[in-house]
């Protein structure tokens, strides 16, 4: 299936993902409510959007006690609002933490890829974010770890001196 | 002869082993199932008693569903007793019915507290539908409801309540709320919240007696001022209905003692749900998790070994998760593990608390408070989880997240823990959606 690659390296950390992310999801430009997550490393000298792969497993969806996450026709795990209660368990069983509860609708949100017209991809002006035939992936790792080596033993370094 | 694959339990966990039946077998075997009640999901019925949902919203499988998964069902009927050596259950209006292999998933029920009146008319427990429909009767705005526990199942109702406009007084016999889910920190945090939501609480409260007085309860206690209530709800904890078991050889400690395939010590039954005394994914010791998720994954195990597949289980993980008035509290793992390595920050001026629980560098267990719409302190919780299930050694990122206990994210991210999720299945292969089988 197509879904969401995302090349850290690419990244800038504009934040149009996420700009675009909550104004397809909810109307309205708000980060907060965005299901695509910009995480800075190196004090902010990278960036890295993080979302949901639409994993295998699906953890949201079987933990869901009222059958109201699916499968979209383009593949992506999607609440169902007129189902979904907002009791949140889907919020804890999702060991990506890449679904979450919005507390004006009290419902969970999820990436659902836009139902095939990803805003988040169309948004990045570096294609950062591609989609793309592909099979999930960890994106992020060898970047956020490369990235974060130097920081961690600066940290820690400075907490010792203390 | 097609294999019968007999159910005994509507709950999450059974359901979960039917679907998963029929997923794999599709329709060439024999599913029974015997439920006491239509079945239905007991984690939304708070937002039938809140009238946030109608009644019909928490059936899990209708008739008509169940007909379609080829399901032979008993409604309405107990199982009474288990004759292991000739695979025979019986059940209480006298049926026999013989089965292949079994599945015993017959839950919990509520355990009120041991005090005279307990019983009496307007003392309600909120477990069941049917229980669940006798309160929603009984509460009025401006009534004065007690719930009596304040545990997880107590915390489930009290948006409901507020939200009929009740007054709310919840009574602990221990010094703390929440006392199995929250350490004393954080439940400091959570009654400051509630007492400013005009929720009042009194811990270490020893009930003595419930007395009828003119319609309304007098609820006496060993010490303090007695309380008049309207609606008094029992919330005091939960046993496991496995009495009906007694001599049927199925060995029962805790629970009903199950290896990682949730196969009892009699080979051709299984156990799963609040019933089952199964590994703990933590700390691989057997535990009884008498939660939803543990009910719905030993649930879909059972029903793919039931079908011929042979899918080792790794073990449940405690989770709870419950909103009060928009503060989010959330637990996992070894929370209270006191030989564990722990580190917590509290921000009052935030409600925001947590605590991270370690055995060196892996994350074991976690704990944390903070406003549903404060977006920094809760949306990481199933980041949290992913560390814990995972196991994920952090090697310097962990003295990194004890002085940032906020930090989760970019250690989650580094700590390459997606990587090591992504080839995770509960069954070895992609989930089906719901209403998708068959």
């Given at each position: 299936m197509k879904l969401l690659r995302i090349i850290p390296e690419r990244c800038t950390g504009c934040m149009r993902c996420e700009l675009a992310c909550s104004y397809v999801q909810t109307g309205a430009f708000q980060p907060a409510r965005s299901v695509i997550r910009?995480?800075?490393?190196?004090?902010?000298?990278?960036?890295?959007?993080?979302?949901?792969?639409?994993?295998?497993?699906?953890w949201c969806m079987t933990a869901c006690p009222v059958d109201a996450i699916t499968i979209s026709?383009?593949?992506?795990?999607?609440v169902l609002d007129d189902q979904c209660v907002g009791c949140k368990l889907c919020t804890i069983a999702?060991?990506?933490?890449?679904?979450?509860?919005?507390?004006?609708?009290?419902?969970?949100?999820?990436?659902?890829?836009?139902?095939?017209?990803?805003?988040?991809?169309?948004?990045?002006?570096?294609?950062?974010?591609?989609?793309?035939?592909?099979?999930?992936?960890?994106?992020?790792?060898?970047?956020?770890?490369?990235?974060?080596?130097?920081?961690?033993?600066?940290?820690?370094?400075?907490?010792?001196?203390? | 002869m097609a294999t019968r694959h007999v159910i005994v339990g509507g709950g999450t966990a059974g359901l979960n082993a039917v679907q998963t039946i029929r997923e794999h077998e599709r329709g060439e075997s024999e599913i029974v199932l015997v439920s006491a009640e239509r079945p239905y999901s007991r984690m939304v019925l708070p937002y039938y008693l809140g009238r946030s949902i109608a009644e019909s919203h928490?059936?899990?499988?209708?008739?008509?569903?169940?007909?379609?998964?080829?399901v032979q069902a008993h409604i309405g009927r107990r199982a009474t007793s288990l004759d292991t050596a000739a695979n025979r259950l019986t059940l209480d209006d006298g049926t026999v019915i013989e089965y292949d292999d079994l599945l015993i998933a017959t839950g919990s029920s509520p355990v009120r507290a041991p005090v005279p009146g307990a019983d009496g008319p307007g003392v309600h427990s909120f477990w069941t539908l049917e229980q669940a429909r006798g309160v929603v009767a009984q509460i009025r705005e401006g009534g004065h409801v007690v719930l009596v526990g304040a545990g997880f199942i107590a915390f489930t109702i009290l948006n409901a309540i507020r939200a009929l406009r009740a007054r709310l007084t919840i009574l602990e016999i221990a010094p703390q709320i929440l006392p199995r889910m929250i350490d004393g920190t954080g439940a400091g945090i959570v009654e400051g919240w509630l007492r400013r939501h005009e929720v009042a609480i009194r811990t270490g409260a020893a009930l003595t007696t419930i007395e009828e007085e003119h319609g309304r309860r007098r609820l006496r206690f060993r010490e303090g001022e007695d309380l008049l209530a309207d609606v008094v709800i029992m919330a005091t904890g939960i046993r496991t209905n496995l009495e009906w078991l007694n001599g049927s050889g199925v060995h029962v400690r805790r629970g009903i003692l199950v290896?990682?395939?949730?196969?009892?010590?009699?080979?051709?039954?299984?156990?799963?749900?609040?019933?089952?005394?199964?590994?703990?994914?933590?700390?691989?010791?057997?535990?009884?998790?008498?939660?939803?998720?543990?009910?719905?994954?030993?649930?879909?195990v059972v029903g793919a070994n039931m079908a011929g597949r042979n899918v080792g289980y790794r073990g449940s993980l405690l989770m709870n998760i419950v909103e009060v008035c928009h503060l989010d509290i959330a637990s996992l793992g070894a929370w209270d593990d006191p030989t564990a390595e722990a580190f917590a920050l509290a921000r009052p001026d935030r409600w925001a608390y947590r605590k991270l629980l370690w055995r060196g560098d892996r994350l074991v267990g976690a704990m944390i408070l903070g406003m549903a719409n404060d977006i920094w302190t809760t949306n990481d919780v199933g980041m949290?989880?992913?560390?814990?299930?995972?196991?994920?050694?952090?090697?310097?990122?962990?003295?990194?997240?004890?002085?940032?206990?906020?930090?989760?994210?970019?250690?989650?991210?580094?700590?390459?823990t997606t990587a090591r999720l992504l080839p995770e299945t509960l069954l070895g292969q992609p989930s089906v959606a719901p209403g998708q089988v068959l």
């Open positions: 910009v995480s800075p490393f190196e004090t902010h000298t990278s960036f890295a959007p993080y979302t949901c792969t639409q994993c295998a497993e699906g026709p383009v593949g992506a795990k999607v999702c060991p990506y933490g890449t679904i979450f509860y919005n507390p004006q609708t009290q419902k969970a949100f999820k990436c659902n890829l836009c139902d095939g017209d990803p805003a988040c991809a169309k948004a990045c002006p570096t294609f950062a974010i591609e989609y793309v035939e592909a099979e999930p992936a960890d994106w992020l790792e060898a970047f956020a770890a490369g990235r974060s080596s130097r920081h961690l033993e600066a940290a820690s370094a400075g907490a010792e001196a203390r | 928490v059936f899990t499988a209708t008739p008509a569903r169940l007909a379609q998964l080829q290896d990682d395939h949730l196969r009892s010590n009699v080979p051709n039954v299984y156990a799963a749900g609040d019933v089952a005394e199964g590994r703990d994914l933590v700390t691989g010791e057997t535990a009884v998790h008498a939660i939803e998720p543990t009910a719905m994954e030993h649930g879909r949290l989880k992913g560390l814990v299930q995972t196991g994920n050694g952090l090697g310097a990122w962990k003295g990194h997240l004890c002085r940032n206990l906020f930090g989760i994210k970019q250690a989650f991210i580094a700590s390459g």
